[in-house]
């Protein structure tokens, strides 16, 4: 298979971004190093349930995948579980984010589902998380503000976040009332052959289409969304329990998790959000009154899980026989590939 090569501004622009991102990891682990080894050192065996934390999170993705594939086609669960860890971990490792993610999923479910039903479950799966990550932020947003006494610019720019995220599920709503043509409009599919693009209008017309088609679906597949970031404040309350000794106020918990929320959506391009992740962490616990070593630690341990699941995630891939560079050029929307018809 031919590997697909990134545009080499995005190539340099990548590589300058990590290292960056590098430099100010660096700098903020060097200035409290040995806060930041005993906060880690706290956590212990307490990993091994964060890693599993981060399990059961997949576990609701994948759910929530499988639910939107409609019949007669259907995706197991095993299946779907493993295709949204090893998209993960190519997201996570390249600087590519979702671009590398979501045909990665795809490429994983390939000889168990077809390419359609799979691409259009995950499209719709994939709309649902984005209106919940957007709803989780917003009503972080509003937890920080009501909660604790912000700066001015800070206290504007979260503001300004509630308002463009408002803005965000009115557009929504009117997508999904009139209906437009807004993926082949947008994208740049112009090299699709007629035959595709007409394959990718009736995938997005599917989606637009899909809570009306299938209404006893929508409750439970939103609560799966939802319970993915429930599980994420779970996982930031027992970190913080863990690293500060007493357990945390759960709202504290859940301000954390909706700020990690807006970085990884942020700096997705920017492999592990390294740096930044610390650096936006350890400014919201300051503003909590935890301290910024025990933002910059929650991170870092972050960080361990990630890695650890990514690990699995390549594991997988290798076993398959997959590469991310032949995911890529093989992906159902890469002008070389013939797959979005089959």
Same mark, same amino acid.
């Given at each position: 298979m031919s590997d697909i090569r990134p545009p080499r501004q995005i190539t340099t622009a990548g590589v300058l971004t990590a290292i960056a991102g590098t430099a100010l990891f660096v700098w903020l682990v060097w200035t409290s190093p040995h806060e930041i080894w005993t906060g880690v050192q706290k956590i212990g065996w307490g990993l091994i349930w964060i890693f599993a934390l981060g399990g059961v999170r997949f576990a609701t993705r994948a759910a929530a995948w499988a639910l939107c594939v409609e019949p007669p086609y259907a995706l197991q669960f095993s299946t779907a579980f493993a295709a949204v860890v090893c998209g993960d971990a190519v997201g996570n490792v390249t600087p590519l984010g979702p671009l590398a993610s979501e045909p990665t999923k795809i490429a994983c479910v390939r000889g168990r589902l077809p390419i359609g039903p799979a691409l259009t479950a995950l499209a719709i799966e994939n709309v649902i998380y984005t209106l919940s990550v957007a709803a989780t932020i917003a009503a972080?947003?509003?937890?920080? &503000?009501?909660?604790?006494?912000?700066?001015?610019?800070? %206290?504007?720019?979260?503001?300004?976040?509630?308002?463009?995220?408002?803005?965000? #599920?009115?557009?929504?709503?009117?997508? !999904?009332w009139r209906r437009p043509a807004v993926i082949t409009t947008l994208l740049p599919v112009a090299r699709l052959a007629g035959s595709r693009l007409d394959k990718l209008r009736a995938v997005e017309r599917e989606v637009l289409t #899909?809570?009306?088609? %299938?209404?006893?679906?929508?409750?439970?597949?939103?609560?799966?969304? !939802?319970? #993915?970031?429930?599980?994420?404040? &779970?996982?930031?309350?027992l970190t913080l329990w863990l690293i500060l000794g007493a357990p945390p106020p759960l709202l504290s918990s859940f301000i954390v998790e909706t700020a990690d929320r807006l970085i990884t959506v942020a700096f997705k391009f920017l492999p592990f959000q390294v740096g930044v992740g610390e650096a936006g962490t350890a400014l919201v616990t300051q503003l909590l009154g935890l301290g910024n070593v025990t933002g910059i630690t929650v991170s870092i341990v972050r960080k361990a899980r990630m890695g650890i699941w990514s690990l699995v995630g390549t594991a997988l891939l290798v076993r398959r026989g997959l590469a991310p560079g032949a995911v890529l050029a093989d992906s159902p929307l890469s002008p070389n590939s013939s797959r979005l018809d089959r």
């Open positions: 972080g947003a509003a937890a920080l &503000l009501l909660s604790v006494d912000l700066p001015v610019q800070l %206290r504007e720019v979260s503001q300004l976040a509630i308002g463009a995220i408002g803005v965000v #599920f009115l557009l929504a709503a009117w997508v !999904l #899909f809570a009306s088609r %299938r209404r006893r679906v929508i409750v439970p597949l939103v609560a799966l969304e !939802l319970s #993915f970031h429930a599980l994420g404040v &779970l996982e930031k309350h």
